[in-house]
């Protein structure tokens, strides 16, 4: 435990420049209340003011937390969303971005991803690579991805890229930890065309087989196998089956693990995911939001050949 705490201590100097007096509020659920305490253990060892609050674990990623919780969030200077499903994509933590808190959420963070993978990377080379993805996607209108002679295309004019660096060290700055990624909301009913997920989908895992997704006017309408019928099931009937983020991946230490927290942050792939995108720049609200990873795609940015190396 004491090896962990060091580590927790490391990510929450380093990774979230913690800052003598500064409050801590650490949001988990039972799934995650062991790694949890890991970091509340490091808060207090670092005599910061460290508050730990259970809540019942979400039944899906993108729904958001009792009112209470999202309230406290509000509060912190640093919050940590150690919970089963994602907190990224909700209100609570657009809200608590807002009023300056500095937020990581670490979505199904396992003790293994304390100690190998993503949580070791050089930040610098993801801060880097990430900066160099926005910029494209930041100057971009339109995009393909492309696989296995599938194709998908959607527009991104005039929406922002947005960093996700695991490095969050000024007043609102968020975003998953590890991490290292570039994403962007689509224009909602521009994406159109097939394309080969081979990866993983969140909530689900590391794929069986390969699951193959039809989009049409931005809405996911059909996914083949049963993975994909576990899929949309995942997103329901409504606003979930949206298109809602097209992301690249930038950290090299990253693994495919069947964690979407690290799985979505491999050099090499990139993943779109579904539902709800207004807390990033979109407009879809669905509460729900659920990511696919693609291995070695072909990406273009207004024709332009993306390079992963």
Known sequence: ???????????????????????????????????????????????????????????????????????????????????????????????????????????????????????????????QLTAHYCGLLDAGESATIEKENMKLTFSIKGRNGIPSTGVFREKGESGNLPSGESYIAPIEDSANGTILVDGSIAGIGVLNEPVTLTVINGRLVDATGNEGRQLLDLLGDGNGRIIAEFGIGTNRKARLTGNVLEDEKVFGTVHIAFGSNKPFGGTNEAGVHIDCVIKEPIVTIDGKKLSFT
């Open 1 to 127: 435990m004491s090896q962990l705490i060091e580590v927790a201590k490391s990510i929450l100097k380093h990774n979230l420049n913690i800052k003598e007096n500064e409050r801590i509020l650490i949001v988990t659920d039972p799934e995650s209340y062991e790694i949890a305490d890991v970091f509340y253990q490091a808060g207090i060892n670092l005599s910061n003011e460290t508050l730990l609050m259970k809540m019942k674990t979400r039944s899906k990623s993108g729904e958001e937390p009792p009112r209470m919780v999202a309230e406290a969030m509000k509060t912190a200077e640093v919050v940590l969303c150690i919970t089963h499903h994602s907190l990224t994509h909700t209100n609570a933590r657009k809200e608590a971005s807002r009023e300056g808190a500095r937020v990581a959420t670490m979505p199904g963070i396992t003790m293994d991803m304390l100690q190998e993978g993503a949580i070791t990377a050089d930040y610098l080379d993801v801060e």
